[in-house]
């Protein structure tokens, strides 16, 4: 499709040509470009500014079962198929988030609860992104910005199996996931304060 966006930095305006949506099993070039958020990004030949698109936008993962929907518009949130786990997202560093979740064989309700536990061990509210699992032990990182700088934190994996319990002991933070449910720390604000 295409949009005609506004430079952020000169206001020019520019002709660009963006899918509306990808599908990760058919379109691995396009997949590439989503995880890293290329897709989103475009250059301003008259002035050279980096600029994000922000545009609606469907994400398809078939092998995960996998739809997320970047959108701040109300979406239907039925005709997700069976099977599949139905997110919205708000911005493209959201979407670039849950693709991260998802690709580690991680649920993103339990990474929530995760970042709820890191916020309160921090003793900081700063907005935590999922960047990865690694290293012998299985740690997870997260990231946040500080002073203009983003800062690192690595918590073990023994968080996301505590917080996992947590879950299973309050099953109606479960019931409240359906549809492209939206899952982020708003949401899990409603049933942990």
Known sequence: MQYRPHCSRCGEEHALDIPQSVNAATQPELRDRVRNGELFTWTCPHCGTVNLLKVPFLYHDPAEHLMLVLTDAPVNAEGVPEGYTGR?????????????????????????????????????????????????????????????????????????????????RNPQVREGVSGLATVDQDWLSRYFR
């Open 88 to 168: 919205q997202v708000r911005s493209v560093g959201d979407l670039i988030e849950k693709i991260k979740i998802f690709d580690a064989g991680l649920d993103d309700v339990i990474i929530e609860m995760c970042k709820y536990v890191t916020y309160q061990e921090l003793k900081k509210e700063v907005p935590l992104k999922f960047v990865g699992t690694d290293g012998a032990d299985g740690e997870m990182t997260f990231t946040y910005p500080e002073k203009g700088q983003m800062e690192m934190v690595a918590v073990g994996f023994n968080v996301y199996e505590d917080c996992a319990g947590i879950l299973r």
